[in-house]
């Protein structure tokens, strides 16, 4: 009886997985693709935190967060703009920061 609760959980959660894959592979994304929106959206938070901040950053500082954004802008690209809708707002402040760190990196080179 036990065994048999098992296996009907087992499959209930692998339908459930390939449900969520056949969802994600309909609307266009890659399951790869969806999974580092995913990572990129995590960091987002941290980046509109940072951005948030304000102040100056090192010269260290500005590369990392450079860096770091242009990961998020490339996952975020990969997906449809309905999936972060919400995280516009956070986008749009990190993109700002971004704009400003390039162009004072610009300007003192």
């Given at each position: 009886?036990?065994?048999?609760?098992i296996y009907i959980l087992i499959f209930i959660i692998f339908s459930l997985i390939v449900?969520?894959?056949m969802q994600i592979r309909m609307?266009?994304?890659q399951v790869k693709d969806f999974w580092s929106f995913i990572k990129a959206n995590e960091?987002?938070?941290?980046?509109?935190?940072?951005?948030?901040?304000?102040g100056n950053l090192s010269p260290q500082e500005?590369?990392?967060?450079?860096?770091?954004a242009e990961k998020v802008f490339e996952a975020f690209e990969k997906v449809p703009s309905m999936?972060?809708?919400e995280e516009y707002q956070k986008y749009r402040e990190v993109l700002n920061k971004y704009k400003d760190i390039k162009v004072?990196?610009?300007?003192?080179n």
């Open positions: 009886m036990v065994e048999a609760i449900f969520s894959i609307a266009g994304i960091l987002l938070d941290e980046l509109y935190i940072f951005a948030k901040k304000g500005q590369v990392i967060f450079l860096t770091e999936l972060w809708d004072l990196r610009w300007a003192s």
